[in-house]
């Protein structure tokens, strides 16, 4: 069965560190990727998303994410991390054969200390 | 913010008891899911509709059925209420140019509890 993971549950980080939460998805087909966030107490909002050309993709606040084929791959990356980017931070992959069928990540909290 | 409501917003409800969600949508939207979350699971899709009177069944869908009778409303229903059901669901669309190249806009989620 498809299925996404990601390794990391719970991340503390102090102000100013950078960040890379991993995400490995288990499907062969064509995908489209996706990072989500959700703030305490707030419903999910994308952060960005792959679906062609450049592996490497740009979303808001200063995210990127790298799609790397080979290794079934798509992390998130932020150079310095600020206080308000707490929150959970969920990877989902678009199945393109099973009508549009979103499956997302367990999720990884991450903490970052003032 | 896409216009999607979800009613009701928090419900408490008895074990064997029916209980139906909805979800409206005034974007007119072909593709609509239901999602529960539960810590450590993230979000599992229940199921999903890609049209009227079209949908498909998600991860975890025994125990629910649902029903898009028009384009703006998918109704999530539990037969029989179990306790396994307490959970966070939430609704999401998204546009008909094909989910695939279309982020998910989501609800803003109903908590239902079942004693």
């Known amino acids: 069965a498809q299925s996404v993971s990601q390794h990391n549950h719970h991340v503390i980080l102090s102000e100013a560190a950078s960040l890379e939460l991993g995400c490995n998805y288990s499907?062969?087909?064509?995908?489209?990727l996706f990072w989500y966030v959700q703030y305490p107490g707030q419903h999910l909002q994308l952060l960005l998303k792959?679906?062609?050309?450049?592996?490497l993709v740009k979303g808001i606040k200063g995210f990127e994410a790298e799609f790397i084929k080979s290794k079934f791959s798509f992390n998130l990356r932020k150079p310095s991390v600020q206080w308000s980017d707490t929150a959970e931070y969920f990877c989902?992959?678009?199945?393109?054969?099973?009508?549009?069928?979103?499956?997302f990540g367990q999720g990884t909290e991450l903490s970052v200390k003032p | 913010d896409a216009g999607i409501t979800q009613s009701p917003r928090h419900k408490v409800t008895e074990t064997g008891t029916p209980v139906t969600l909805r979800c409206h949508q005034t974007e007119n939207h072909r593709y609509m899911y239901w999602y529960r979350q539960d810590p450590g699971h993230g979000l599992r899709l229940i199921h999903y509709?890609?049209?009227?009177?079209?949908?498909d069944k998600g991860e975890v869908s025994d125990g629910y059925s649902v029903s898009r009778s028009k384009t703006e409303d998918f109704l999530l229903t539990l037969e029989s209420a179990t306790s396994s059901q307490t959970s966070v669901y939430f609704c999401a669309i998204s546009d008909r140019q094909g989910s695939y190249n279309s982020p998910l806009h989501f609800g803003n989620g109903t908590r239902l509890t079942v004693t």
């Open positions: 989902a992959v678009i199945l393109y054969n099973q009508g549009g069928k979103l499956i």
């Open positions: 792959y679906f062609s050309g450049d592996p």
């Open positions: 499907y062969g087909g064509t995908v489209n």
């Open positions: 509709s890609y049209g009227v009177k079209d949908t």
